[in-house]
């Protein structure tokens, strides 16, 4: 089992920044693939950004330049730094682990960008 913990989720304006970060705990080996994915409301679940546990990173096109993705692998924990947030950016962000065993999803956690 692998607990996943987001924060950092709420309201911001347009333009606005916000960070998020997703505490994992439990069964946690290496290599693993930490990231965000976010669901809209009537829209499929999709991949925002991964961060592999060795460094490589993945980004969604409609996010480069604007999102970071970062980790602490010292801490289990992942980071979403989101800038220049546009109404579009607005959903459910879910937190992801991906392993050879004990895959998980966090709770997910609302960002709304709205003026």
């Known amino acids: 089992q692998v607990r996943l913990v987001e924060s950092g989720g709420g309201l911001v304006q347009p333009g606005g920044s916000l960070r998020l970060s997703c505490a994992a705990s439990?069964?946690?080996?290496?290599?693993?693939?930490m990231g965000w994915y976010r669901q809209a409301p009537g829209k499929q679940r999709e991949l925002v950004a991964t961060?592999?546990?060795?460094?490589?990173?993945n980004y969604a096109d409609s996010v480069k330049g604007r999102f970071t993705i970062s980790r602490d692998n010292a801490k289990n924990t992942v980071y979403l730094e989101m800038n220049s947030l546009r109404p579009q950016d607005t959903a459910v962000y879910y937190c992801?682990?991906?392993?050879?065993?004990?895959?998980?999803w966090g709770q997910g956690t609302q960002v709304t960008v709205s003026s």
């Open positions: 992801r682990i991906e392993q050879r065993w004990y895959s998980s």
């Open positions: 439990g069964s946690i080996y290496s290599p693993n693939t």
């Open positions: 961060m592999a546990s060795g460094g490589s990173t």
